[in-house]
Nanobody, 118 residues
């Protein structure tokens, strides 16, 4: 059974930090591009960050560049999103996604809520 399970969300003040984790199981994690998306109420889901299968290349949305860092640990089948300098526009449900290279296979997690409030 394929699973992606996010954790680490919560409430943080503006300027604070959170580290999201996503644990993959039931598929060969190391062969999948991993991405983080977010969706705020009334808005479309948007990609926040992505990392290649070997962790060598990373991509970020302009809105989070310089603040968020994506990383992965293939031995543990984990992907992380370190979020620093959180802003009032960052609150959303954050999802991790696995995308099979050269295939249409993709998996989504159930999401974790991030709230930024003073």
């Amino acid at each position: 059974q394929v699973q992606l399970v996010e954790s680490g969300g919560g409430l943080v003040q503006p300027g604070g930090s959170l580290r999201l984790s996503c644990a993959g199981s039931g598929f060969t994690f190391r062969y999948y591009v991993m991405k983080w998306f977010r969706q705020a109420p009334g808005k479309e889901r948007e990609m926040v960050a992505g990392v290649t299968i070997d962790g060598g290349r990373k991509k970020y949305a302009e809105s989070v560049k310089g603040r968020f860092i994506i990383s992965r640990d293939n031995n543990r089948a984990m992907v992380y999103l370190q979020m620093n300098s959180l802003k009032l526009e960052d609150p959303a449900i954050y999802f991790c996604k696995a995308e099979g290279q050269g295939s249409n296979t993709e998996y989504w997690g159930q999401g974790t809520q991030v709230t930024v409030s003073s």
